[in-house]
């Protein structure tokens, strides 16, 4: 079962849950709530795991204000659309918060990589999505001068998410890739005709 964006949802309720704080109940706490059994009862179903070379497994990932999430759909031939296979989020963890929007991104993607090889191995190629077009510059290896992240991190993260994933094709998000990175005077014809040579 799968409830997205789950522990933005539940987070008024761990505050008033906390040891060192006291209990109580007010209004952001009874929405919570609220939003949580309605959210129950519509969850999505996961579906089963499937392997082979017509498989594909598309990993979406997204930075928001109070965390990350990420989800894990497959692609199998013959069906007209994904199953899930998996969702997750979390809120910041210490310093993170004060990352950048890039590098929020790309944390994501990174976590994203990290839950989905529990899924489906790390043996299997995913495709990643994310939501804002981080990845043309990361697999370039042009990593921004200005990050709050160490260079270590930074390291660690792009040597995963560049072993076991690549960018996706013209869809969404993957098309805001493309637009951004859309060489001035082009037209999508001269694009084209330059990618089939």
């Known amino acids: 079962m799968h409830i997205p964006e789950y522990s933005q949802i539940v987070s008024p309720l761990y505050l008033v849950t906390r040891k060192k704080n006291d209990f109580h109940w007010g209004p952001e706490q009874q929405q919570a709530f609220a939003q949580i059994k309605q959210e129950i009862a519509h969850a999505v179903a996961l579906g089963p795991v499937r392997t082979g070379p017509d498989v594909k497994n598309v990993l979406y990932s997204a930075a928001g204000n109070n965390g990350l999430s990420w989800s894990l759909w497959q692609k199998v031939p013959g069906e007209t659309r994904g ?5 997750w989020s979390r809120s910041y963890r210490g ?4 990352y950048t929007p890039t590098e929020k991104e790309i944390l994501a993607a990174y976590e994203g990589v990290q839950a989905a090889s529990e899924v489906v191995g790390t043996e299997t190629q995913l495709l990643l999505a994310p939501r804002l077009p ?4 990361m697999f370039k290896a042009e990593v921004p001068s200005t990050h709050h992240a160490t260079d270590a991190t930074w390291s660690k993260w792009i040597a995963l998410i560049t072993q076991r994933t690549h960018m996706g094709k013209l869809n969404r998000p993957g098309i805001l890739e493309i637009i951004t990175n859309w060489p001035e005077g082009e037209t999508l014809a001269s694009q084209m005709k330059n990618k089939s040579k």
Request: no cysteine; proline share 8%; glycine share 16%.
């Open 83 to 87: 199953r899930p296979l998996g969702f």
């Open 134 to 137: 981080v990845l043309g510059w």
């Open 95 to 98: 310093s993170e918060a004060n």
